[in-house]
């Protein structure tokens, strides 16, 4: 690279700018904004055209190609279409939101709870025609969520996790088909 004298440089391997303040051949003097003079090989440096502060003043909110980029970008048909009136139920399975007081409860019968729950739940969404759950049902180590798993197969119903983002790793969703013929 071609260095002259009064060009803005950067250090490659360090955060030391400047200006050049003499070439003599591959070695060329920088002086730092606070008069420090320094001198490196002119494969260490780098010209700067533009300084970074001056970049950002183009990037502003009113860029005529940000404008498009974003016309092109609302312009795009997508296969999925959310309603917004749609009716999501949400059921927490969590046996303290269940009940009282687990007090005379064995394992056994607070799964059995959790479950008939469900089974409730998802029967009411039938005849209500709601078409989505979502029953929170914690981490643990998994057998609620395997119990409900196979109460799930005995509807006509798909089901998967629901949204990371808003509720973990605890919770599954599901969608019923409304329009299923017996």
Request: a neutral charge.
């Amino acid at each position: 690279m071609c260095f002259k004298i009064g060009n803005k440089v950067a250090v490659l391997d360090d955060v030391v700018k400047g200006i050049v303040t003499n070439v003599d051949g591959n070695i060329i003097s920088v002086e730092t904004p606070d008069g420090m003079i320094f001198t490196f090989d002119a494969s260490e440096l780098v010209k700067i055209d533009v300084e970074q502060r001056e970049l950002s003043k183009f990037s502003d909110i009113d860029n005529e190609l940000l404008h498009q980029k974003k016309q092109e970008k609302s312009k795009r048909k997508t296969a999925f279409v959310k309603d917004k009136k749609e009716v999501i139920m949400e059921v927490d399975l969590h046996i303290h939101q269940l009940t009282s007081s687990t007090k005379g409860m064995d394992n056994y019968d607070m799964l059995s709870l959790q479950v008939d729950v469900a089974r409730r739940k998802i029967e009411y969404c039938i005849l209500k025609k709601i078409s989505k759950i979502v029953f929170i049902h914690g981490v643990g180590e998994g057998v609620l969520k395997t119990e409900l798993h196979y109460l799930f197969n005995k509807y006509p119903i798909k089901y998967y996790d629901a949204s990371y983002q808003k509720y973990g790793l605890g919770a599954t969703e599901v969608y019923i088909f409304q329009n299923v013929k017996n």
